[in-house]
């Protein structure tokens, strides 16, 4: 028997990714569970970022983001990242993050997250509590270590995360 | 090292949701892995669906859907609600799946499906080969085996799953 139960956010799974941003001088790191892909071609996938954000300012000024996907040895980070603001620390540092270049944004990837999406903002909807970033995805990045040698990412070797209402899952393949 | 890949879709995880739809007359079940919470405020849900969909059809005329959350021993379900057009044959007898009337669509819930989530279409937003629809969340149904005794969801309980490339992984609680 189903029973109706309180009207919240209760679609699983949710990623729990780290996204870095920038407006050209400073940049940040804040973790997002509302995110998804949106649409296969052009690909693109969407962040969904509080006005009051330090990241939303960011993002607002670039019209651009990354990616992160972290793997579970960073839940630490991604519990920093979801809860200290950026305007007062810097969340590289703080967590032992490295800066990464990647190939068409100011905005750094993690070197530590072993693959890196970047984004270009095509679209923002404000939604409510929320505003929307539609991103299209103009690089993907992976580490050498998870790839096949056709660049297709080997899923076995990564130690993927998944999250909702504050829990943590850990992934595994099944079929 | 890090190197650039193929430009796809790499956002993990994504949900392997059963979304249930109606034009008040037919209805179908279509899978869906392009899915996820996009606001808070008011509780939002995005799905994004190919206009040759027939789900897409009944969702237009409609404007609303049900997301149903399978557990693993769903996965053939998934497999055939995503690969078979719901104008050749009835999902729900076909998947032996029974319909459930919710609070306040004419949408019928999945009954095998432990979490089902009823949503009133707000906006379609067309970004490429898939259109995106937000959906606010109206009710959530879960099943009483699932929920403590004040309403909150025990995700000890349930066995779920999320997508990625064609792989389903399986998901476990680790903080």
């Known amino acids: 028997m189903k029973k109706e139960i309180g009207r919240f956010e209760r679609m699983y799974p949710n990623p729990a990714v780290l996204v870095s941003c920038s407006d050209g001088i400073r940049d940040n790191i ?6 998804g892909t949106v ?18 300012e960011l ?5 651009e983001f990354v990616i992160n996907i ?13 809860t200290i603001s950026g305007r ?21 990837m ?6 890196s999406i970047e984004c270009s903002v095509k679209k923002i909807i404000n939604l409510g509590s929320h505003d929307m970033f539609i991103g299209e995805v103009l690089a ?21 995360l998944s999250h909702l209402m504050g829990y943590y899952f850990k992934n595994k393949i099944i079929k």
């Open 70 to 82: 972290p793997e579970s040895k960073l839940i630490a980070a991604c519990e920093h990242c979801g």
């Open 39 to 56: 649409c296969s071609n052009p690909p693109m996938i969407s962040v969904s970022i509080r006005p009051s954000r330090y990241s939303h």
């Open 110 to 115: 993690i070197k530590e997250c072993p693959i």
């Open 140 to 160: 993907v990045h992976a580490d050498e270590s998870i790839i096949y040698s056709d660049g297709d990412i080997d899923y076995e070797k990564i130690d993927m």
């Open 88 to 108: 007062e620390c810097d969340k590289f540092k703080e967590n032992k993050l490295s800066r990464q270049t990647g190939s068409f944004l100011k905005t750094p």
């Open 59 to 63: 993002i607002i000024a670039s019209k």
């Open 30 to 35: 804040i973790t997002i569970a509302w995110a």
